[in-house]
């Protein structure tokens, strides 16, 4: 039997056959393998709160270092390939590798030599004004510049802080993007973007994280706020409750003789009467034992008609000595 040619748009019946292809009748769409699925909003959403913490606290850090008025906003988060960030930018570029300490990865800082040089006309005393030179950063200036960004990781590692404990540490200041070892060039990253105000001068700083460097502490914020305060203290309670009758649980506690060893063949032939040798010394206290834990140590004595055993040692006495 011939087969039937697909038409695009061309609707079908349930669970169709073509060709060996199977379908439900839903129209198809394209996934584009450069660009895994996006992160969940609610992630995006805490992302998005740390780099909102994060641009007021770098204006803050810029308004006192430059002493010029300086506004940051963030204008934009979103989720895009390494190839994006490191090959669809403009030259006059400062693309700074950011390691995240503990967590996995690196991520990428990227901003124009332009308002790298309105910071340095700024803290060297200048107004920042008028067209600023094209070209690489000097020895003099480069650490001014190292400086001035360690200073706002520290402030991005206190907004970070709502999610994550990092240590970001500023890597070499690099002129190519492309050189700046981020990861492979279909890893999904996450760039915020900033808009940042030095005076009269404007300009944009972007930063990249891996997804997967903060996906996991991302859900694990998630997860602590998906409770309600009541709920949390509900669960405190009953924790509390089920530590507390944990001591009153009856356990079955045994006071036992070292094992000794027989042959198989011995203890098939044991008969009424018979003594057998135990490998116990007459002048070593007997294990309190229960659920194979050993808890203590005592001599065997008797009260009334009944055998008990009076304590001559705790398990955390002997550790002690």
């Known amino acids: 039997m011939s087969a039937t040619p697909l038409t695009p748009g061309t609707p079908r019946s349930r669970s169709a056959k073509t060709a060996g292809l199977v379908t439900d009748g839903r129209a198809s769409s394209t996934y584009d393998f450069l660009r895994p699925a996006n992160l969940p909003r609610e992630h995006l959403r805490i992302l998005q709160i740390a780099y909102e913490t994060f641009a007021h606290r770098l204006s803050v850090l810029l308004t006192s270092n430059l002493r010029v008025v300086c506004r940051v906003a963030m204008t934009g988060i ?49 107004t920042g004004g008028g067209e600023q030179p094209r070209r690489t950063l000097s020895d003099i200036e480069t650490p001014l510049v190292r400086e001035l960004l360690t200073d706002a990781l520290a ?14 540490v500023l890597g070499v200041l690099e002129y190519d993007p492309q050189l700046v070892a981020v990861g492979g060039p279909a890893d999904a990253l996450v760039k915020a973007s900033f808009e940042i105000a030095v005076g009269t001068a404007a300009s944009e700083l972007t930063f990249s994280v891996p997804v997967q460097a903060v996906q996991p502490s991302l859900q694990r914020r998630l997860d602590s706020t998906a409770i309600s305060a009541g709920e949390q203290a509900a669960r405190a309670a009953a924790r509390d409750l089920l530590t507390e009758s944990l001591s009153d649980v009856p356990v079955e506690v045994a006071v036992r003789f070292s094992p000794a060893r027989m042959r ?58």
């Open 264 to 321: 198989s063949e011995d203890l098939l032939d044991l008969r009424v009467g018979d003594v057998v040798s135990l490998d116990h010394p007459v002048d070593r206290p007997l294990v309190i034992t229960t659920a194979g834990g050993i808890f203590g140590r005592a001599v065997p004595t008797a009260r009334g008609t009944r055998l008990t055993c009076q304590v001559v040692a705790t398990e955390s006495e002997e550790s002690r000595a």
């Open 155 to 168: 402030e991005l590692g206190a907004a970070y802080a709502e999610f994550a404990a990092v240590d970001l």
């Open 78 to 126: 979103e989720q895009v390939s390494t190839r994006t960030v490191l090959t669809e930018q403009t030259d006059d570029l400062i693309a700074v590798s950011i390691g995240l300490s503990p967590l996995s990865g690196a991520g990428v800082l990227v901003f124009p030599r332009e308002l790298a040089m309105v910071w340095i006309d700024h803290m060297l005393g200048g």
